[in-house]
């Protein structure tokens, strides 16, 4: 199985910060990744597919990249809303796996 | 618009069965391939099961082999999972996830999401 590392584990941040979240995956996955918003309560809502590609309606502060084994999520000047936790996921091979999760805290 | 809705959950004593429901519009079920994923209380993501719009494919987390199936009706809009045997550790919000892609199963993503649906096995 493909394991997917996130880092860092938890983030406090400022509203107007910029800040990346990294995700590596233990082997290549090509750009077969995706970025995933979590609020308390609520599903997952997809942000990012196929590593750089912005899912309709999703703001522009959010920008991915990477490939192979290295992925980045940006969020630039951070707004109240964006504070969740996050998590990439590989869908290039079955079992399809997720990062453990970074959860972006206000500072 | 597309939409995803799961019921069945419950409480349930570790080692019965409970079948959960994700009924689907806005889109034509019957050739997108859907996706099971849980979230165990205060964890991460986990990707259960999928299976292929016509049913003739599927693939399941080692974790649930062998106790839970995946299914559909496309008659009925409705995707299903069966759980059998169930454990403490399955205890979680199961959610239902729409495959990007038409009649493929494979290197594509799930942006749709439903509202998930909460399994408690305790005794």
């Known amino acids: 199985d493909i394991q997917m590392t996130q880092s860092p584990s938890s983030l406090s941040a400022s509203v107007g910060d910029r800040v990346t979240i990294t995700c590596r995956a233990s082997q290549g996955i090509s750009n077969n990744l995706a970025w995933f918003q979590q609020k308390p309560g609520k599903a997952p809502k997809s942000l990012i597919f196929?590593?750089?590609n912005l899912q309709s309606g999703v703001s522009s502060r959010f920008r991915g990249s990477g490939s192979g084994t290295y992925f980045t999520l940006t969020i630039s000047s951070l707004q109240p809303e964006d504070f969740a936790t996050y998590y990439c996921q590989q869908y290039n091979s079955y079992p399809y796996t997720f990062g453990q999760g970074t959860k972006l805290e206000i500072k | 618009q597309v939409q995803l809705v799961e019921s069945g959950g419950g409480v349930v004593q570790p080692g019965r069965s409970l079948r959960l429901s994700c009924a689907a519009s806005?889109?034509?079920?019957?050739?997108?391939?859907m996706h099971w994923v849980r979230q165990a209380p205060g964890k991460g993501l986990e990707w259960v099961a999928v299976i292929s719009y016509d049913g003739s494919n599927k693939y399941y987390a080692d974790s649930v082999k062998g106790r839970f199936s995946i299914s559909r009706d496309n008659s009925k809009n409705t995707l299903y999972l069966q759980m059998n045997s169930l454990r403490a550790e399955d205890t979680a919000v199961y959610y239902c996830a729409k495959i990007d892609i038409v009649l493929t199963l494979y290197r594509v993503g799930m942006g749709v999401w439903g509202q998930g649906t909460t399994v408690t096995a305790s005794s």
């Open positions: 196929a590593a750089s």
């Open positions: 806005g889109f034509t079920f019957s050739t997108y391939g």
